[in-house]
C-alpha cells in the first residue's frame, strides 16, 4: 500500500509540474463553461412582454404535459358506461406539400376519454384508435397500453368503449359491437366521483428526419385529424345531460362552440353533428412533454454542448501522459523507481482519471447551473428535471471525461508514439459522436452510438423516451440510444479491454 500510494505521489508530481498537462486541464474546464454560457440560441418565451411566457400544464404525477384537444363531453357522475363507434380517420397538414390530404399521422387520437375535468393536465383515462398503432388506451399522460393492430376504414370500423367502476376505468374494442375485447384498465390519480366523458381528437407534430452532406436536421409542422363518430351511446349512470364542444388547449379562438380553434391548414377545429354522425378536428396531443423538434424547447443537455470539444482536450491529455514519457526515454526513470509496472499504470490510471473527474464535475456543476440561467434569458423554454436526473447529468459528464481519458491513457500505452496514439483516441472515442451527430442517418448513428464509447454521452440525456410521443429522438436533440448507465458501461469496457492489453503489453516489452 505503502509502495503504490508513494508511486501515486510521483505521478501527481509528473502531472502538475508539466504545464502543458495542466493548461489542457484548465482548458477542458473553460470550454466546457464557455460553450454554456454561450450557446447561440434564441427563443420567444417571456421576451415579447406580459403573457409571451411559455409554460406547460402539469399531469397528475407531477410531470409537465402536453394537453390539447377536440372533446365533445358531458358531466357525468357514478358509474356508467360510454361506447361509439369510429368510421373514418383523415389528417391534413403533414408538413409536407407532397403527402396526400388524407394521410393520418401515425400517433393521431380518435375516440373516447374520462376525463377529471377540462382544465389542461387533469387525469384521465381513453381508449382510441390511432393513425398508425392500432388500437390503444391511455391514462395519465405517461402510460400506454395496445390493442389490436391496424386503422379505421368505413368498410371496416371500430367499436370503443370505456366502463367506469368506482375509480377503476376500463377499455375495451370490438369490430362489431357485439362481441367485446379487453384493452386494459387503469384507476387514474385522483379521479372525482363527477367526471368529464365523451369524444376527442388530435393529432400531433409532424417531424422528419434530414440529412444532406455535412447538415442535419428536421422539417415538419401541426398536423390535425378529423374523427368520424356514429352510435355513441351512455348507459348506467352515464344519461341525462346535453354534449358539450370544447377545444382544450386551442392555438386561437375561443375555447368552445362548434369550431373552438384554428388548424394547421386554417381550418377550424372543433365537432359538427349530422343526426347519428359526427365528426370531430383536432390538433395537438394528449401526452408527455418532450423537447426537441416534436416538442417544445431543450434539456439541461443543451448546456453541455462543449463537452464534445472537452473530450478532445482530455483524450490528448490521457493520451500524452504516458506517450511523452515513453518519446523522452524518462519511462526507465519511472520504472527504475517502481519495478512494478503494473503498480505504475494503475496509478496514472488513477491520476488522470482523478483529475479529468474534478475538472469535468465543476465545470458540468457551474455550467448546467449557469447555463439553464442563459438559456431562459434568451427566451429558451428549458425544461426542469429532477434534482436526481440533474446530479446524474453532472456526475455522468465528468465520469465521461474520466474513462475517455483513461482509454487514452491504455491507447498511449500500447502505441507509445504520441501522435499516433492520439490519432487513434481520437478516432474511437471522438469520431463517432461526430459522425452520429452529423451524416449518418437515425438508425446508423443509433448503432454506432450502441458500441462505440461515445456511447457514454446517453449520461448527459435529461429527457426520458416516450415510444407513445411523436418526436424525433435523435442524439443532436439530446437522445441516445442506450440507457444513460448503459451507455457508461460500454465505454468502460472499451477503456478495461484496453487497460488489460496495455498491462500486458508493458510487462512483455522493453522500456
Not at 416516450?466 to 444513460?484: C, E, H, M, R, S
Request: hydrophobic letters at 45%.
Amino acid at each position: 500500500m505503502n509502495a503504490f500510494a508513494d508511486t501515486l505521489r510521483a505521478e501527481w508530481t509528473k502531472f502538475r509540474t508539466i504545464r502543458g498537462w495542466v493548461i489542457g486541464t484548465v482548458a477542458i474546464v473553460g470550454v466546457i463553461v464557455a460553450f454554456g454560457l454561450n450557446p447561440g440560441m434564441k427563443g420567444s418565451c417571456g421576451t415579447n412582454g406580459p403573457g409571451s411566457e411559455c409554460a406547460l400544464p402539469v399531469g397528475p404525477g407531477g410531470e409537465e404535459v402536453t394537453d390539447n384537444f377536440t372533446f365533445l363531453h358531458q358531466a357525468l357522475t357514478g358509474d356508467g358506461v360510454v361506447t361509439v363507434r369510429l368510421t373514418a380517420m383523415t389528417g391534413v397538414g403533414l408538413g409536407n406539400p407532397d403527402e396526400p390530404s388524407h394521410a393520418v399521422e401515425p400517433w393521431a387520437k380518435a375516440g373516447l376519454i374520462v376525463r377529471a375535468g377540462t382544465g389542461r393536465g387533469s387525469s384521465y383515462a381513453a381508449v382510441m384508435v390511432t393513425g398508425g398503432h392500432g388500437v390503444r388506451m391511455q391514462y395519465d399522460y405517461t402510460h400506454d397500453v395496445a390493442g389490436s393492430p391496424g386503422g379505421v376504414t368505413a368498410a371496416a370500423p371500430r367499436w370503443l368503449r370505456l366502463s367506469r367502476a368506482g375509480d377503476t376505468v376500463t377499455a375495451a374494442e370490438s369490430v362489431d359491437g357485439g362481441r367485446w375485447t379487453t384493452v386494459g384498465t387503469a384507476r387514474p390519480r385522483g379521479l372525482p366521483s363527477t367526471v368529464e366523458v365523451g369524444l376527442f381528437a388530435t393529432s400531433p407534430q409532424h417531424s422528419e428526419e434530414l440529412h444532406a452532406g455535412l447538415m442535419s436536421g428536421a422539417m415538419g409542422g401541426p398536423t390535425q385529424v378529423t374523427g368520424t363518430f356514429d352510435h355513441l351511446a351512455t348507459r348506467d349512470g352515464w344519461t341525462g345531460t346535453a354534449w358539450r364542444p370544447d377545444v382544450i388547449g386551442a392555438p386561437s379562438g375561443p375555447a368552445g362552440g362548434a369550431s373552438g380553434g384554428v388548424g394547421p391548414d386554417g381550418g377550424a377545429l372543433g365537432s359538427e353533428r349530422a343526426g347519428d354522425a359526427i365528426r370531430l378536428t383536432g390538433s395537438g396531443d394528449i401526452a408527455p412533454a418532450v423537447a426537441g423538434a416534436g416538442g417544445l424547447g431543450v434539456s439541461i443537455t443543451q448546456t453541455l454542448v462543449g463537452t464534445f470539444v472537452a473530450l478532445i482536450l482530455a483524450v490528448v491529455v490521457g493520451t500524452v501522459f504516458v506517450s511523452a514519457e515513453y518519446r523522452r526515454g524518462l519511462v526507465r526513470t519511472t520504472f527504475a523507481a517502481s519495478p512494478d509496472r503494473s503498480r505504475v499504470l494503475a496509478a496514472k490510471v488513477t491520476v488522470v482519471g482523478g483529475v479529468m473527474f474534478v475538472a469535468g464535475l465543476a465545470a458540468a456543476a457551474a455550467t448546467v447551473v449557469l447555463g439553464q440561467r442563459v438559456l431562459r434569458g434568451n427566451g429558451v423554454y428549458v425544461h426542469p428535471v429532477p434534482a436526481g436526473t440533474e446530479v446524474r447529468v453532472v456526475v455522468g459528464t465528468a465520469a465521461l471525461l474520466a474513462v475517455a481519458a483513461i482509454l487514452a491513457l491504455g491507447l498511449g500505452t500500447l502505441l507509445r508514439r504520441g501522435v499516433t496514439a492520439v490519432t487513434t483516441a481520437v478516432l474511437l472515442i471522438v469520431l463517432p459522436y461526430l459522425l452520429a451527430m452529423t451524416v449518418l442517418p437515425g438508425d446508423v448513428a443509433r448503432w454506432l452510438l450502441r458500441v462505440s464509447p461515445a456511447a457514454a454521452f446517453a449520461l448527459q440525456q435529461a429527457s426520458p423516451e416516450y415510444p407513445q410521443v411523436a418526436n424525433l429522438y435523435t442524439p443532436a436533440d439530446g437522445y441516445f440510444p442506450l440507457a444513460p448507465w448503459a451507455g457508461f458501461a460500454v465505454l468502460a469496457g472499451w477503456a478495461a479491454v484496453v487497460l488489460a492489453a496495455a498491462a500486458v503489453t508493458q510487462r512483455r516489452r522493453d522500456a
